[in-house]
């Protein structure tokens, strides 16, 4: 007869993700330091798509990685489903938008060339700060150390190359798909037989289309776990983007218990900073309305038609204190990238958790490790 503790020795064996799960501590995303770094790099590609606008013009579709949410304090916003679960979707959502205004159509060519240098900031500003943050995390989960942000940004500036090119990679496959439709779209204006050839043969840009799909899909929810592949030691780019799609097809099915129970513990945890983030501001006119005029201390809602430098400076800081709260979504999501993809090397390569580097060649025959290494 099998006894209860066999039982629930079983059920990891038959249910892997519990061992995830267990594992998983989101505690962690709450580091200053990695909210910092969340959200400086926020901020300079915000900076990047605008100065874009500036020489470009606005793009048909804006678009924005700060939190647009202007509300009163005591308001129910904090507790509006729609509102936070779109805050906290926003990485996933942030790929889709960006390739819909740029290949969504009615963009005209120079819309194009507008949203493929927003892509490619996007992803080497993310890259490189993404990977300093995923690199932290992947230190204190598979180590139980400690990384400073100045550390994890030297990591990042020398695996540079990978962080960049990963993403980039499924994007230059992207271009040409995509070229290849446009020319396909020239059939349609030959006079007389171009609409029967374009539309005979119409399977061809569907083949592309979905192609071009699922190179986006890959991109856009892949990423995060090639910035934690090479956080965890992958050689290169290459190495990164094999990994993730490996492992994500070998487990799909398994990894849908966690993301479940990643989502349902983020949105607690974006409900808590949000009422963090409103007692805050509460706290604040509480006290101005005592320490100074009260029209004054209302600025901090955001007065349009207030243009002196005490209604730019309270916007100021209230867009910073959204910027925080949104860095705290993206170090949510690296955590959980970071979680996964150690469990999933685990269980596909048997990797130890702890085996976050490339191990150092051995050194030439006759040769000392102490004098084969100059450090």
Known sequence: MTSSNDDRLALPRLFPAIRLIARMRFRTTLAPSKLVL?????LIVQLGWS?????????????TLLDPGERSPGSAWVWDFATLNRLFLEP???????FWGTFGGGAGWLGVVHGMLALVWFYVIGGVFGGAICRMIMVEIGRGGRVGPREALRFAWRS?????????????????CAFLVVLYGLLYRIPGVGPALGGLALGVPLVLGFLMTMLALTLFLGWPLMLAAIAAGADDALDAISRAISYAQQKLGTVVIPLIH????????????????????RMVLWGLSFGGPEQRAYLLMGNPNAGDVAALAHAGWMAALRLIVSG?????YATTACYLYLWLRQEIDGAPWDELDRPKPLPPRGVSPAAADPS
């Open 262 to 281: 990643a989502y349902l513990v983020g949105m607690v945890g974006l409900v808590f900073l949000r009422l963090i983030e409103d007692d805050t501001i």
């Open 160 to 176: 540079k190359t990978s962080l960049i090119l990963a993403p980039l990679c499924p994007l230059l496959l992207y271009i040409p």
């Open 51 to 63: 100065g874009l606008d500036l020489i470009l013009g606005a793009p048909a579709h804006p678009w």
């Open 92 to 98: 996933i959502r942030q790929g889709y938008v960006l």
């Open 328 to 332: 705290w979504v993206w170090c949510y």
């Open 38 to 42: 969340a959200a400086a790099g926020l």
